[in-house]
């Protein structure tokens, strides 16, 4: 059952906000101060709604947000506001509060406010059950940044090999995000052509070329309100590049044969696996275009950096495909563990997820063991190979040419290449390369 905690030392006010719910189907727990609130919170499940007053006698709502987000109970949380409490309302926010309300406007839109809490809930609790939350300190970093930039409505570069879960992330942040209610539409750039682009992004009306017989709505317009995920934006055609660029700067575009323009009302996340700065360097990706969609960034790790996912990832895509066999697979053997954790993976969790598949259509038995994974170097594709061979071989070289743009200072270097210091040295040893030897 849906259950609201309202915290308001008002009990005529706390009664009547909670008859009102109670009468919508909401179980409500009324505190009338900060101990009883601080209480209830402590027995709250996860998904339980905070509704607190910013003002509690002599304490505040703010400071129960407050120990709230420190100590890790993320309970969606509102806070009821007077006239004159704006700025503390601002600070609400920023400690990850999903609203604050006047209180002469709470009784006409809680309601609804918590119904849309409740939606954007049931939505994430859907992705959630479609992946798994993963554990490694880098991808907790990475749930934390997009929770963050979730909040804002910053365009997100999202930045990552094929396969990492670049689209999971980017979906997160929108779940996350005011936007959470409106669509998420992904829009692969690699499919734009220049002839396609305008009508694929903003839409026709009836007539506007030969073969429009009939209206059609854009990206744009399909995302109205939302976010429109911007998938390997590198393959954007030039021409396509400057046509996104007016729109975001402009926040409005106009479908083909339409005599009015409209308003590009829709949040932008772009990901790629390409380097973009060099792109931009070769002249095949607009610089301005490059900074617009830079206002946040996420580097999702290879899953090879990540370890310590791996066995999570490959027990849950066991259970995932569990229901469409009729074979009794109980368990990976330990052999074929260490195999997984060992393997390379030059597709990512994408390569993971199927070379499961594979193994559950291959396992004669109850155990999945090694031999059911493919995954010896000669069953490896060439292409996996050579991809990971070219790829070393390049960052190699970038960094041998940047050692010798900076005359061996690899501090310089480092910072030309845009890496972390402790990142470079890593590289360096890697690849065998000695500064000696330039
Ligand atoms: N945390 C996760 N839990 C379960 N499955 C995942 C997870 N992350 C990624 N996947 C699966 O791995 C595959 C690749 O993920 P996704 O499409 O998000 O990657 P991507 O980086 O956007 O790929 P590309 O660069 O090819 O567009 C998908 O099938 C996705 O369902």
Redesign the pocket.
Known sequence: MKKVIIIEDSPTFCNMLGKKLEAKGWKTILCYNYRDGLKAVKESSEWDVVISDMRLGNDNGIDLLEWMRSNGYQNPFIIMTSYDESMSAVRTMKLGAEDYIPKKLLLDVVYERLEEIIDKQKRLVELNN?????KSEKFRRIYKMAELFAKSDMAVMIL??????????AEKIHLQSKRADKPFEVVDCGTLSAELAVSALFGHEKGAFTSAEAARKGYFELAAGGTLFL??IGNLPKDVQAMLLRVLQSKSYRPLGATKDKVADVRIIA?T?ENLQEAVREGRFRSDLYYRLHEAVIE?PRLRDCKEDIMP?AN??LKLYDRHTDKEIKCISKEAQRALVSHTWPG???EL?SCIMRAMLLCENEIIDVEDLQLSQSTLTEEALDFDEQERKINRERILWALKQCNGIKRDAAKMLEMSHTTFYARMKEYGISTNKL
């Open positions: 479609k992946i798994v939350y993963r990552g090999d094929n396969g990492t879960g670049k689209e999971h992330i998938d390997e990901a696996n999702i990832l849950f895509f990512n969790v994408r997820k």
